[in-house]
T-cell receptor, first 113, second 115 residues
Framework: SQKIEQNSEALNIQEGKTATLTCNYT??????LQWYRQDPGRGPVFLLL?????KEKRKERLKVTFDTTLKQSLFHITASQPADSATYLC????????????FGTGTLLAVQP | NAGVMQNPRHLVRRRGQEARLRCSPM?????VYWYRQLPEEGLKFMVY????????ESGMPKERFSAEFPKEGPSILRIQQVVRGDSAAYFC?????????????FGPGTRLTVL
């Protein structure tokens, strides 16, 4: 069956450290994968998109990797800050023609000051 | 440049009533998606529309739910005869085009509570 999995447990880290979140998928062949941030009571906010032919993408303190062999994406936040505390969602396209996104359930990140 | 707008932000309905959720995409975007987020669950795709066309409604419940995106005006998600299980956050997203697998930008959501 098709699955997209993120760590269901919350990730607690100390301010200044690097946070690493994992997204694994099975039985999908996505053309791209996206990461979103969601705060309580708000809509998802787009962070980064990485395509199947890209290994790594960076944006300021954020870095995403995409390994289509392992069927895994890693999302890194360096020099983390308490303001980075939120739920981070991984989403991939289902490989079809309509660009609909399949979301993981998200990982809650808590950065302690 | 205004983002995706949704209204109302909160909607309370009694069982059996109708709920109408509105979404105005970002300026220049002609592709609209609706997703539902049930408590403690991830976002689930419902429907994808372009102006005046439903492209993919594979995630829509077979009964009571409908969506439209008219030539003029916002996209509407309509839920008839609501039940308690319809209580959820409904998010709309828009994108510029699909050919390049563009990013989807989300609105703030409508939180529907069915009493």
């Amino acid at each position: 069956s098709q699955k997209i999995e993120q760590n269901s447990e919350a990730l607690n880290i100390q301010e200044g450290k690097t946070a690493t979140l994992t997204c694994n998928y099975t039985n999908y062949s996505p053309a791209y994968l996206q990461w979103y941030r969601q705060d309580p009571g708000r809509g998802p906010v787009f962070l980064l998109l990485i395509r199947e032919n890209e290994k790594e993408k960076r944006k300021e303190r954020l870095k995403v990797t995409f390994d289509t062999t392992l069927k895994q994406s890693l999302f890194h936040i360096t020099a983390s800050q308490p303001a980075d505390s939120a739920t981070y969602l991984c989403a991939l396209d289902d490989g079809g023609a309509t660009n609909k996104l399949i979301f993981g359930t998200g990982t809650l990140l808590a950065v302690q000051p | 440049n205004a983002g995706v707008m949704q209204n109302p932000r909160h909607l309370v309905r009694r069982r059996g009533q109708e709920a109408r959720l509105r979404c105005s995409p970002m300026k220049g975007h002609s592709h609209v998606y609706w997703y539902r987020q049930l408590p403690e669950e991830g976002l689930k795709f419902m429907v994808y529309l372009q102006k005046e066309n439903i492209i993919d409604e594979s995630g829509m419940p077979k009964e009571r739910f409908s969506a439209e995106f008219p030539k003029e005006g916002p996209s509407i998600l309509r839920i008839q005869q609501v039940v308690r299980g319809d209580s959820a956050a409904y998010f709309c997203a828009s994108s510029l085009e699909t050919s390049g697998r563009d990013t989807q930008y989300f609105g703030p959501g409508t939180r529907l509570t069915v009493l």
